[in-house]
């Protein structure tokens, strides 16, 4: 079946620091990946996605490449804010029965300070 | 921007009690999701709709749990009787179209609590 791997966390880092949050998925189709953001008691709000291999989604200065040959889709990002403070959930979406079905990772806490 | 909504927000009940929880969906989205969100982990799939279908409740408790999307447009879950298991956040997600390539879009959530 399918499956992501995310880092644990929490990941700490101060502000202005380069992040990376590791991903590996496992799928059996040909699978779009996506990375959400969710804010203290709310919903999850798309990050990026990639839809085949080799594209590299990016967006609000957060970039991540679809790694085929790796079968991951880590997540970067240069300069780290206070206010990027989340937790990240890394996810897959593949062919069910049918139908897409979107399969998140346990997500990985990221801790900005000062 | 068009969102998801949902409500409510909060929810707290006694278990073996009935709660409802309500989404409507972004305008259009013919694709509608609810999940389930246990604290600390990621949401897991319990019931997708395609229109007013159910294409995949494999994994909706249907002992207690029911879904319902009567017009193709909004969508009610509800659980009969709640059990203190069922803590939790529900999330309700929607897209345009059911296909891999497609991006969910996600309502804030019901964080129900069951004593």
């Known amino acids: 079946g399918n499956s992501v791997t995310q880092m644990e966390g929490p990941v700490t880092l101060s502000e202005e620091a380069f992040l990376t949050i590791n991903c590996t998925y496992t799928?059996?189709?040909?699978?779009?990946l996506f990375w959400y953001v969710q804010y203290p008691g709310e919903g999850l709000q798309l990050l990026l996605k990639?839809?085949?291999?080799?594209d590299k989604g990016s967006n609000k200065g957060f970039e991540a490449t679809y790694r085929k040959e790796t079968t991951s889709f880590h997540l970067e990002k240069g300069s780290v804010q206070v206010s990027d403070s989340a937790v990240y959930f890394c996810?897959?979406?593949?062919?069910?029965?049918?139908?897409?079905?979107?399969?998140f990772g346990k997500g990985t806490m990221l801790l900005v300070s000062p | 921007e068009a969102e998801v909504a949902q409500s409510p927000r909060y929810k707290i009940t006694e278990k073996s009690q009935a709660v409802a929880f309500w989404c409507d969906p972004i305008s259009g989205h013919a694709t509608l999701y609810w999940y389930r969100q246990i604290l600390g982990q990621g949401p897991e799939l319990l019931v997708q709709f395609q229109d007013e279908s159910v294409v995949d409740d494999s994994q909706l408790p249907k002992d207690r749990f029911s879904a319902e999307r009567l017009k193709g447009v909004d969508s009610t879950l509800k659980i009969q009787p709640a059990e203190l298991g069922d803590s939790a956040m529900y999330l309700c997600?929607?897209?345009?179209?059911?296909?891999?390539?497609?991006?969910?879009?996600f309502g804030p959530g019901t964080r129900l609590l069951v004593l």
């Open positions: 997600a929607s897209s345009l179209a059911w296909t891999v390539q497609e991006t969910q879009y």
């Open positions: 990639a839809t085949k291999a080799d």
């Open positions: 996810a897959l979406s593949d062919r069910g029965s049918g139908y897409s079905t979107l399969t």
């Open positions: 799928a059996t189709g040909y699978p779009s």
